[in-house]
């Protein structure tokens, strides 16, 4: 497509849940990105991929998070057990080689009840 | 570790005028990159202007314009004649210039922007 895709849109689960959220990138795109948005907040990086390599995980908060990327393409991020306070928008940017604009998504409006 | 600082939650502007949004920063870095991003409530953030740190001549995008000031750290937005289509939040965001692949955003904590009729 010609933007960056995430799906779904909202998400709903209940506490302890595992949730899956995927991110397609702008084709060509090598690097790519997760952050997360709370409700009155900035956003906090999570992690960044370049290809299907994660050099930088720094900004999971905790094992409960993971990610995954296929090649230059998808990617997953997965939360486990979920809790509460991961309630939150999760944004996914891709940016092209030798570039500085990130493009992002529309981003997962994730919900723990 | 960097820091961006947005030290106004909300301001709001009559249509047709003129608004400044302010940011500061806090870095050890000499290159880098600003940004100015805006959210509106789709969600989809968008870039709205950026400069070059090691660029002196401010940025310029249409009706946005950009006051950096790079010994007080200070990157403000202009937005020139307001439209209602500006309604939204506006985040600041630094990047490391010499950072290899990695081009990780800081982020402030945004300015909700609201233009009236």
């Known amino acids: 497509g010609a933007g960056v895709s995430q799906s779904p849109s909202n998400k709903v689960t209940e506490k302890g849940k595992d949730v899956e959220l995927r991110c397609d990138p702008i084709s060509g795109h090598t690097a790519l990105y997760w952050y997360r948005q709370r409700l009155g907040q900035g956003l906090e990086f999570l992690i960044y991929f370049q290809g299907n390599s994660a050099p930088d995980k720094s900004g999971l908060p905790s094992d409960r998070f993971s990610a995954e990327r296929t090649g230059e393409s998808v990617s997953t991020l997965t939360i486990q057990r979920t809790q509460q306070e991961d309630s939150a928008v999760y944004l996914c940017?891709?940016?092209?080689?030798?570039?500085?604009?990130?493009?992002f998504g529309q981003g997962t409006r994730l919900t723990v009840v | 570790a960097q820091t961006v600082t947005q030290s106004q939650p909300e301001m709001s502007v009559q249509e047709a005028e003129t608004v400044t949004l302010s940011c500061t920063y806090d870095?050890?870095?000499?290159?880098?990159?600003l940004f100015w991003y805006k959210q509106p409530p789709s969600r989809q953030m968008i870039l709205v202007i950026r400069q070059e740190a090691y660029k002196q001549q401010n940025a310029t995008e249409n009706r946005f314009s950009v006051n950096f000031q790079k010994a007080a750290k200070s990157f403000s937005l202009k937005i020139s004649d307001s439209q209602l289509g500006d309604t939204a939040m506006y985040f600041c965001?630094?990047?490391?210039?010499?950072?290899?692949?990695?081009?990780?955003?800081?982020w402030g904590l945004g300015t909700s922007l609201a233009v009236n009729p």
């Open positions: 870095t050890s870095e000499n290159n880098y990159y």
């Open positions: 965001a630094f990047m490391k210039h010499n950072a290899g692949n990695n081009r990780k955003l800081i």
């Open positions: 940017a891709s940016i092209k080689l030798i570039d500085t604009e990130a493009f």
